[in-house]
């Protein structure tokens, strides 16, 4: 199992769609609004590390109202 933070950046005034859009995703775990640079926090979880990229390539990125994303893999400490 590989979890993954997706800081995602939404254009304005297409924040409901695009929400709409990423609640549908099966790996997406949980979802925050935050403050700064980026617009939303999405928590993943995939089976691996090219499960994880395809999602973010293919079906995030693509989501109008998507500008940008930064990918966080994380680890136990």
């Excluded at 949980?30 to 079906?59: K, Y």
Aim: hydrophobic share 45%; aromatic share 2%.
């Amino acid at each position: 199992m590989v979890t993954g933070l997706v800081l995602v950046k939404l254009l304005p005034g297409k924040e409901k769609q695009t929400l709409g859009r990423l609640k549908a995703l099966n790996s997406v775990v949980h979802m925050s609004a935050v403050f700064g640079r980026w617009d939303l926090v999405l928590d993943m979880e995939t089976e691996d590390l090219p499960m994880l990229s395809n999602i973010v390539v293919q079906q995030i990125r693509c989501i109008p109202g998507v500008l940008s994303t930064e990918t966080l893999v994380t680890t136990s400490l």
